[in-house]
């Protein structure tokens, strides 16, 4: 027998009509994998009236109390956005005992402290899956998985429309306003993107990933941040001519007395597991004593992927409330495997090997061939005094080599530049060893037309054989 679990949600845009969706398509196999049947109930609304792809007929409401105070209501989803009213209604909610699953990134930023505070003094559990990297389990990851290592570093690219940007200047060579209106048209940007640009959205969502990394109340403004709006596609057609990919990096870590934070614009290794995320896709990268680099990446946002992580905290605090406090689940699986070879066939899952033999037993229809993956990287040797190398590049409108400077120097009425990769240093080496790098240029009759800002290199090593 199921135990129902009554859902309130505060908000149904994007993200709670994502929640009744994955409630709808996926509550049987969550019935009989954890016995929890889970029923929304009510629905705060800013606009009854609002035309909705999936409704609740007769179940919203503009009043929050009808949500939150509605003795069939045994948890509560806050997928509105904003601190207020978010954090008064979730405050309400644990005063009432009763749990609270949250995608909201700026409430927890904001107020995460405060929330967790009044939680534990009523009981009621906090899930916050959703409010960084979208689907990407990485605060479970983090709090329970590796709940027994100590965490060094962590590292990310936690912002979707601004690695869309990139890449799409990177790949096409669009200017950052072509690749952001061509995100806003994909879905991938709001209209007014200025939080993403500026890194405030990473700063938040790596206050909350700190945080719960290294033990420590972190907040937003604790985070220094630069954005992406001084990065032109030379930057990163230069970055790639190195062997980097250039993305905006949120980044933390713990040095003893000190914790390093910074979102800022990042030359990162072609080798690096934050190189290889392109679009909007996000990713993070978690170094711990014990467990080594980890390494975590998916949809960053989008109604199902934040469904999937709201609702995977919906099944875990219902679990922990009514699943007769075990701690740990027990068994889930509930399907029979049909048994190999038997003369009387059972209805059940049926076992297939990979490639063209088909069933384990060498017959029946073939599963799909595994794609093979193969990676190349480059060794660049140093090439300068001061400069651990330097390479020609050219844009990638240009559609020439990047293996170095065209023949004959720069083509006519066509872009192309140098970058240079320098070792450790501080602002006073970096402008010498530009100067140095501009003289000779000079001795060549080659010369800068501008020069973009200097990009921190974070992550593993490119310089590889
Ligand atoms: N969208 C994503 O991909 C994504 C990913 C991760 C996290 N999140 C986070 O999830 C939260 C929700 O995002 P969303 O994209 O679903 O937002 P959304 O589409 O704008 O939906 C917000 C919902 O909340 C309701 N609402 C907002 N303020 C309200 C108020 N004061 N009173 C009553 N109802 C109110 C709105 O009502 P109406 O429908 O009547 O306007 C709407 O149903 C945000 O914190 C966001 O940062 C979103």
């Known amino acids: 027998m199921a135990r129902v679990v009554g859902v309130g949600l505060l908000g149904l845009g994007t993200v709670g009509s994502g929640v009744?969706?994955?409630?709808?398509?996926?509550?049987?196999v969550l019935?009989?994998?954890?016995?929890?049947?889970?029923?929304?109930?009510?629905?705060?609304?800013?606009?009854?009236?609002?035309?909705?792809?999936?409704?609740?007929?007769?179940?919203?409401?503009?009043d929050p109390r009808a949500v939150l105070a509605d003795p069939a209501v045994d948890i509560v989803v806050e997928a509105m956005g904003g601190v207020e009213?978010?954090?008064?209604?979730?405050?309400?909610?644990?005063d009432l005992g009763k749990p609270v699953v949250t995608a909201n990134k700026e409430v927890m930023a904001a107020a995460g402290w405060e929330l967790f505070r009044r939680a534990d003094a009523t009981g009621a559990a906090i899930g916050f899956e959703a409010t960084v990297g979208g689907a990407v389990p990485v605060i479970k990851a983090v709090k329970l998985a590796l709940a027994g290592d100590r965490l060094r570093q962590v590292r990310g690219v936690i912002n979707g429309t601004t690695n869309y940007v990139l890449t799409a200047m990177e790949t096409a060579g669009l200017?950052?306003?072509?690749?952001?209106?061509?995100?806003?048209?994909?879905?991938?940007?709001?209209?007014?993107?200025?939080?993403?640009?500026?890194?405030?959205?990473a700063a938040c969502k790596l206050s909350i990933l700190a945080s719960v990394c290294?033990?420590?109340?972190?907040?937003?403004?604790?985070?220094?941040?630069r954005g992406i709006g001084d990065i032109r596609p030379a930057d990163l057609a230069g970055a790639m001519a190195l062997g980097y990919r250039v993305r905006l990096v949120a980044r933390a870590e713990d040095q003893g007395e000190r914790l390093v934070l910074e979102v800022a614009p990042a030359a990162v290794p072609e080798a690096d597991p934050l190189a290889r995320l392109d679009g909007a896709r996000n990713g993070v990268v978690v170094v711990g004593d014990a467990c080594g680099e980890l390494f975590f990446s998916g949809p960053g946002a989008g109604g199902l992927p934040t469904a999937a992580a709201v609702v995977g905290d919906l099944v875990v605090l219902a679990w922990g409330r009514y699943g007769g406090g075990r701690g740990l689940p027990g068994c889930t699986c509930y399907r029979e495997l049909a048994p190999a070879g038997a003369e009387e066939p059972r209805p059940g899952l049926v076992v297939v090997a990979p490639g063209p033999?088909?069933?384990a037993d060498g017959s029946g229809e073939a599963a799909p061939e595994p794609d093979w993956f193969r990676a190349a990287v480059r060794y660049?040797?140093?090439?300068?005094?001061?400069?651990?190398?330097?390479r020609g590049f050219t844009l990638p409108t240009g559609g020439a080599s990047r293996e170095g400077l065209p023949p004959g120097g720069l083509p006519r009425g066509g872009e192309a530049g140098l970058a240079c990769l320098l070792g450790p240093a501080g602002p006073e080496e970096r402008r010498r060893a530009l100067a140095g790098l501009a003289e000779e240029l000079r001795g060549?009759?080659?010369?800068?037309?501008?020069?973009?800002?200097?990009?921190?290199?974070?992550?593993?090593?490119?310089?590889?054989?």
Do not use: C, M
Not at 85 to 94: E, N, V
Not at 214 to 225: L, W, Y
């Open 20 to 28: 009744l969706d994955l409630l709808a398509r996926e509550g049987p």
């Open 357 to 359: 033999r088909g069933k």
């Open 444 to 465: 060549r009759a080659l010369g800068y037309l501008d020069v973009g800002p200097w990009i921190p290199v974070v992550g593993g090593s490119a310089r590889k054989g």
């Open 380 to 390: 660049l040797a140093g090439a300068h005094p001061g400069l651990l190398s330097w």
């Open 214 to 225: 290294f033990g420590t109340r972190v907040s937003p403004a604790d985070v220094p941040r």
């Open 175 to 201: 200017t950052r306003a072509q690749a952001l209106a061509e995100a806003r048209a994909r879905g991938y940007a709001e209209a007014d993107a200025t939080a993403d640009v500026e890194g405030r959205d």
């Open 31 to 62: 019935e009989r994998r954890w016995g929890l049947r889970f029923e929304v109930r009510r629905a705060l609304v800013r606009d009854p009236g609002k035309p909705r792809r999936r409704g609740l007929n007769g179940q919203l409401t503009t």
């Open 85 to 94: 009213p978010a954090r008064s209604l979730i405050l309400a909610t644990l």
